[in-house]
Nanobody, 126 residues
């Protein structure tokens, strides 16, 4: 699976952005998908995850209520809609795909994911 993330950019605090991640291959719907981010000098952290069947999602408290992950299996694409952005959301955002034994399963740790996109930079100015 090859992943291509896009949609990053510069936005003012309080603004919104939508990231997209296009996947190659015909088995996209069998993968759990996730978004992670890495700020300068910090470790990569979990941002959002969605199950293969699109029935379950998971977010850390830091983005819950502001970020929404979704997927379109017909288009082999996963999205991350971000609202009410804060300067601390500034980071390179990565999408990832991981094999899930069950279609309702969400994956939340880095080691769960086998495939990674190249990252897209999100900068939130204060």
């Amino acid at each position: 699976v090859q992943l291509q993330a896009s949609g990053g950019g510069l936005v003012q605090a309080g603004g919104s952005l939508r990231l997209s991640c296009a996947a190659s291959g015909r088995t996209f719907s069998s993968y759990a998908m996730g978004w992670f981010r890495q700020a300068p000098g910090k470790e990569r952290e979990f941002v959002a995850a969605i199950s293969p069947s699109d029935t379950n999602t998971r977010y850390p408290d830091s983005v819950k209520g502001r970020f929404t992950i979704s997927r379109d299996n017909a288009k082999n694409t996963v999205y991350l809609q971000m609202y009410s952005l804060k300067p601390e959301d500034t980071a390179v955002y990565y999408c990832a795909a991981g094999s899930a034994p069950y279609t309702f399963l969400v994956l939340t740790t880095i080691s769960d994911y086998e495939y990674w996109g190249q990252g897209t930079l999100v900068t939130v100015s204060s």
